[in-house]
């Protein structure tokens, strides 16, 4: 438990250029081109406040707060127009981010220290799934809010409304 301890402080101490960094990969990704929708200090902004209070997020928080966050995230994005598949991968971004500033900076010096670390792998990832369902959750429901049904041509299609 305590090298767990120890990787979240170092994390949330490296969190601003963490979020910086996930940034610069958005930006140069092409399987996230929509994100260019979302001002970039919102995603940064967003992002270092999940880095700089992790400690939080998996130790701290509920199920009910991850779901309240993520939701307004998912219904956000499509207010942007950014496909769900975008949303999902920046989330994967995220964490991937977070795994490879953890394989350069933790040191595992002790056997024992691997269950440490394996202890977080397993909070962060499942932080991170429950994060992109409950992102589905919020996506689906601003889908749904802004959707009518307009015939176009002779076709029917559906309209997201941005609110």
Known sequence: MMLLY?????????SQ?????LLLRVQESDQVGDYRNVPPEELKQRVYEIYRHLGDW???KTEFD???RYVEIGMRRAEQHVPFSQVA?????????LWE???KESV???PVDVFGELEMLQLLEQFFDHAIYYAAIGYERAVAAGAR??????KTVLVLEAG
Do not use: C, P, Q, Y
């Open 6 to 14: 120890r990787l979240v402080r170092l994390i949330e101490t490296h």
């Open 17 to 21: 250029a963490l979020a910086a960094s």
């Open 58 to 60: 998996l130790l701290g």
């Open 66 to 68: 991850i779901e309240k």
């Open 89 to 97: 991968m920046v989330i994967v971004l995220t964490k991937e981010n």
């Open 101 to 103: 500033f953890l394989k």
């Open 108 to 110: 595992i010096d002790r």
């Open 149 to 154: 049904e307009t015939t176009a041509a002779g």
